[in-house]
């Protein structure tokens, strides 16, 4: 599950580089990343950028941790202090702590003599998104990050994914849907929760997942095995349940005498092509024998598959 934290927040952050910068250093512009030959020489840091602070270079440093770590404090310190002796530059240091897990690592970091006097003292900055309100997100030059408003606090409702896909639309940033998709699904746990989550993104264009380069790019790199099949059977399955809705509002408002035997039959019924013709025939039928026959029809049909 680590893994699907850390690349889905690394893609999210490498699509809007600026507006990460602006999020933890604001008034800074992103300039470029730190180049390879520096980046390999300095560990595995998740985000090294060189960017424009109050007409100063410096570079931006950033951790993502899904857990608390007790050995942040020093993770961060060799990070700084290897890419600001390679770079020549100071060197600002965040850690991203993306769900709550109890208390972590508080700056600074230091390593004291015997006698109690500071050999290194060392400052960096900790962002917890749980405890940042959605609305911060919400600011303008940030919208990239929108996805995140799940991570937020209090962003674990149904309310704040529907605002989530307004925003991310208003904002022309209906490409990030899938990843907000995603990252929504880590955070909603129960089973009722997950089943509202499938229907409500089910309710969006298909086209918007298969032609938004997120999706394509999550795909692209196998974020882990059966990503790729675990989104496309949630988005399956979702249909499936609103198609099944719809057939029995149909038989409810016209046919309610054979509600009961219409249920049986439309629920046992997984196939989305079935479920779609049996959607056309019962909204066209004349009578409830009608409608009997064409489920009958369906159900055979939909049980070969």
């Known amino acids: 599950m680590a893994k699907h934290w850390d690349s889905l927040i690394k893609l999210l952050v490498e699509a ?39 007409g100063s270079e410096v570079i931006m440093h950033v951790e993502f941790q899904k857990r608390r770590d007790g050995n942040m404090g020093r993770r961060l310190w060799e990070y700084n202090a290897q890419a600001t002796i390679i770079s020549g530059l100071p060197v600002c240091s965040f850690v991203i702590y ?57 962003g674990v409702h149904h309310e704040v994914v529907n605002d989530m896909i307004v925003s991310l639309n208003n904002a022309g940033k209906s490409d990030l849907l899938p990843l907000a998709y995603a990252f929504a699904s880590l955070v909603f746990k129960s089973a009722e929760d997950r089943d509202w989550l499938r229907k ?10 298969e032609d938004a380069w997120a999706y394509q790019e999550m795909l692209a790199r196998g974020m882990e095995k059966g990503m790729e099949k675990g989104m496309e059977k949630g988005l399956r399955e979702g249909r499936i349940e609103a198609l099944r809705e719809a057939i029995m509002d149909i038989v409810q408002i016209r046919f309610p005498e054979i509600a009961v035997r219409a249920h049986q039959r439309v629920y046992s019924i997984d196939d989305l092509d079935s479920l779609r013709r049996l959607n056309v025939k019962l909204s066209i039928a004349k009578d409830a024998q009608e409608v009997e026959q064409a489920l009958l029809s369906n159900t055979s049909n939909g049980q070969q598959h």
């Not at 089910?202 to 997942?209: P, V, W």
């Open 200 to 209: 409500r993104f089910t309710m969006l264009s298909e086209d918007i997942f």
């Open 16 to 54: 809007n580089k600026q507006d990460i910068v602006s999020l933890l250093l604001p008034g800074a512009k992103f300039e470029r990343e730190l180049n390879t030959e520096m980046q390999s020489r300095v560990l595995e840091a998740d985000l090294l950028y060189v960017v424009n602070w109050n």
């Open 98 to 154: 993306l769900q709550q897990d109890g208390n972590v690592v508080q700056s600074p970091y230091n390593i004291i003599r015997p006698n109690g006097r500071a050999i290194h003292l060392f400052f960096f900055d900790t962002v917890k998104l749980w405890e940042i309100p959605g609305d911060f997100i919400k600011q303008g030059g940030i919208e990239g990050l929108l996805p995140l408003l799940p991570l937020t606090q209090d």
